[in-house]
């Protein structure tokens, strides 16, 4: 069988978790894995992202806008929630990848989740040092050593928190709850307060008619879509509606690193699905809430991008007298982004560590400490996105982030499809409904939504790819455990 084709069986998966060196202790509940949902879902988004797409694209449309997200995203959690019943083994796409479309797939898209949690993790670390200064009152935690500007808040939140994993997945569910705690309650104090400022008058009209809207780039600084079809960005009306909900999609990333823990559940089968579904429904929720509150607090055209910036959502309460709401939403910033962090290098890890298990990453990173963590793993991340995040300027690579969240997406709803023709007999604690229409119809909305990024994004995607492919060629394929396994067999 080719490098490209060679699958790992579920069986084989599953069995490798009993690797006495590499074994991840099961500590999680469903609570657990709800808990890192919520608190890597809900981050500054919320209280940024909400304002400035209703003044600029959807008006008091807002709230469908998110409901169409919450729709899309839900279609690929479906297909997550089944995979990571029937493969309950850490890695999350990667994993699935690997039991479905062979190892050179599933290579690829764990080099993809590298970079989509490490940068993400990198540039989520910056705005929790930005937020820092605006809780305590200083300019950001940053100091200019030489030619190098050290953010040190970045790098002091990612120390923190490397530590606290490399403790026990537990102990980090204890921490997250108790941060997710203060958040969530900021976000339902954000929703109660602003009710008694809500107008019936700024709901209409609730759909704005749709306006020329200014070209958001030129070149490869266009969408893929505009790209290829010269159309021209348009505001308000049913494509602005359509444009704000392909932006706030991206305040719902982050549920998928919940199947990534699926190896440390006590009962994977029945509580990673429930996770996975819990954790969305509960953002939805929230985040539906906030917007048609916002909505009815101030008219949409107040939140439109002015000199002073893009409009937040302490705006909408500081036209309404109510100054006060600006520190406790900073509040609420800094908590959530707190734990968006700490998820984020979760999910990082994990990968990280499924890749070195099958020897794809160097094998002797996968060993387990005493208490049942990838303690090697969890310190080389720390590292590496540390210096990145206080180091290196990547803000401007927080679109690679939702590339490369959507292509994993893409195969894990295909891979869903193609494992219920191959392994048809396999026991499935969650069946997706509707299968081979529902993971279709996840997959062309995910592929729509990669169209609205950049030409330039996809470049610097592709760029990635082919760096992963060179890795794995003079690497990888060459210390694969599965490989070495194949010929081991064919020797005897």
């Known amino acids: 069988m080719t490098d490209r084709w060679r699958i790992k069986s579920v069986e084989q998966s599953i069995a490798d978790t009993d690797e006495p060196d590499t074994r991840l202790r099961k500590d999680l509940t469903w609570r657990d894995l709800t808990v890192f949902g919520v608190s890597v879902v809900i981050g500054a988004g919320i209280f940024t992202i909400t304002a400035s797409t209703a003044g600029n694209l959807t008006g008091p449309a807002i709230s469908i806008s998110f409901v169409i997200a919450a729709i899309t995203c839900g279609l690929a959690a479906i297909c997550y929630a089944e995979f990571a019943s029937t493969v309950p083994v850490a890695g999350s796409a990667y994993t699935f990848s690997y039991a479905t479309f062979g190892e050179f797939t599933a290579w690829i898209i764990g080099w993809d989740l590298i970079l989509e949690f490490a940068v993400a993790a990198a540039v989520v670390a910056k705005g929790w040092s930005s937020y820092l200064g605006t809780v305590f009152g200083f300019s950001g935690g940053t100091v200019e050593l030489g030619p190098i500007d050290l953010d040190w808040g970045a790098l002091l939140i990612i120390a923190v928190l490397s530590l606290l994993l490399a403790r026990g997945t537990k102990l980090s569910s204890n921490f997250s709850a108790v941060i997710t705690a203060i958040k969530v309650t900021v976000v339902l104090l954000v929703i109660v307060v602003g009710t008694f ?66 190896e440390e559940t006590k009962n994977p089968q029945r509580d990673v699905p ?58 609420g910033a800094l908590a959530g982004l707190t734990t968006v962090v700490m998820v984020l290098l979760l999910g990082q890890i994990r990968v990280l560590f499924a890749m070195s298990r099958d020897g794809l990453m160097p094998r002797r990173l996968a060993k387990t400490s005493e208490r049942g963590t990838p303690v090697r793993i969890t310190v080389v991340v720390g590292i590496v996105v540390a210096l990145a995040a206080s180091v290196f300027p990547i803000d401007r690579l927080e679109e690679m982030v939702n590339v490369g969240t959507l292509f994993a997406f893409v195969l894990v709803s295909a891979g869903v499809i193609v494992l219920r023709r191959t392994r048809p007999d396999l026991e499935r604690g969650f069946r997706a409904p509707l299968v081979p ?48 396994r194949e010929a081991a067999e064919t020797t005897t």
């Open 274 to 331: 429930r996770g996975i579904l819990y954790s969305l429904g509960i953002v939805t929720v929230l985040y539906v809430a906030v917007t048609v509150v916002l909505s009815g607090m101030v008219s949409y055209t107040e939140l439109k991008t002015g000199p002073d910036g893009q409009a937040n959502l302490a705006s909408a309460f500081s036209a309404n007298g109510v100054d006060w709401a600006a520190t406790l939403i900073s509040i």
């Open 197 to 262: 400022y809500v107008k019936a008058a700024n709901y209409s009209p609730f759909i704005p008619p749709a306006e020329a809207g200014e070209s958001t780039g030129s070149g490869v600084e266009q969408s893929v879509f505009s790209l290829l079809t010269g159309a021209e960005g348009s505001t308000y009306g049913w494509y602005g509606l359509l444009a704000g909900a392909s932006i706030v999609f991206f305040a719902f990333i982050g549920f998928d690193i919940v199947a990534t823990t699926a």
């Open 437 to 484: 229409l529902l993971p279709i119809l996840s997959i062309i909305a995910c592929v729509w939504l990669m169209l609205n990024l950049t030409g330039l994004t996809w470049i610097r995607f592709g760029v990635w790819m082919l760096v992963g492919v060179a890795i794995y060629l003079l690497y990888g394929r060459r210390h694969s455990m599965l490989a070495r």
